[in-house]
């Protein structure tokens, strides 16, 4: 069943999702050729924990790190571990927070160094894919209004678009109903209606759309093994335009002075 959530609960869910954002501007600070995942997933861990709130992925399913740490052709759910960023990696960084009895989840693909063209346009045209369905998340459209922008725009500039993991709604649960496909047609699925707060998270691939987990149990990959990018942000269904309750502000303000990190994406 969908929670619809009062004004109340979505200012809470606004300070999770917030702090969500400001952990991955520490982690904007500190992206550099060199680091190992863990060092980053620590930093997060410290900061979250620093601001009064407890990592929300940890323990989750067993699930043993503060951030999902996905390099290259990684989609999601990278374990962090002793893999050091190189220079022309893409690295895509997930992270939830839980405060005040509320969760925010918020995702960011990062550029380390010169990366080639054809990665390039992939990380702006799935920025440009989060935009388009938030764009979509307004009270009388559906589900499917929100999925079909998202999907049109990926495909056509040629890209997979990753059907087995999707968008969710979120609260007092890291993931709870609705589920926010990648994919599916304009007018189908659940009228959205104020109060409904959910993840929107395009996982978009340069190559084909299928996908496949590592044997650590955890980590998903293209099966092709071209790279893959994930943007995501928390929002609130509204009348005339949604609600962004996490931000890329602080990661953007972070890798203006960040010198291994030549790629903004506003
Ligand atoms: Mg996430
Ligand atoms: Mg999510």
Avoid at 123 to 147: F, M, P, R, W
Wanted: proline share 3%; charged share 25%.
């Amino acid at each position: 069943m969908i929670e619809y959530k009062s004004e109340q609960e979505i200012e809470l869910i606004r300070e999770s999702s917030l702090l969500v954002a400001k952990t991955l501007g520490e982690v904007a600070k500190n992206i550099r050729p060199g680091i190992k995942t863990i060092e980053l997933d620590k930093l997060a861990e410290e900061f979250i924990r620093d601001n009064g709130a407890v990592p929300g992925f940890k323990g989750y399913h067993g699930f043993n790190g503060t951030l999902c740490i996905s390099p290259n052709e990684q989609v999601v759910h990278g374990i962090p571990g002793d893999r050091e960023i190189k220079e022309g990696d893409i690295v895509s960084i997930d992270c939830g927070v839980l405060k005040n009895g509320f969760y925010g989840d918020c995702a960011y693909t990062f550029a380390i160094g010169e990366i080639d063209e054809a990665t390039r346009r992939l990380l702006h045209v799935t920025y440009q894919c989060l935009l388009l369905g938030i764009e979509k998340a307004v009270e009388g459209n559906t589900l499917g209004d929100i999925s079909s922008a998202i999907q049109e725009h990926a495909e056509k500039a040629g890209y997979g678009v990753v059907r087995e993991l999707v968008g969710h709604g979120l609260g007092r649960n890291l993931h709870e109903p609705p589920e926010v496909p990648n994919y599916g047609k304009s007018g189908k699925g659940l009228r959205l209606r104020q109060g409904l707060v959910i993840a929107i998270e395009p996982m978009i691939n340069l190559g084909k759309r299928f996908v496949m987990q590592e044997k650590d149990g955890w980590t998903i990959r293209t099966s092709d093994r071209k790279p893959s990018a994930h943007y995501e942000h928390t929002i609130a269904v509204c009348k005339d335009k949604a609600d962004v309750l996490s931000s890329f502000s602080y990661i953007q303000e972070a890798l203006k002075l960040n010198k291994y990190n030549t790629l903004i994406i506003e």
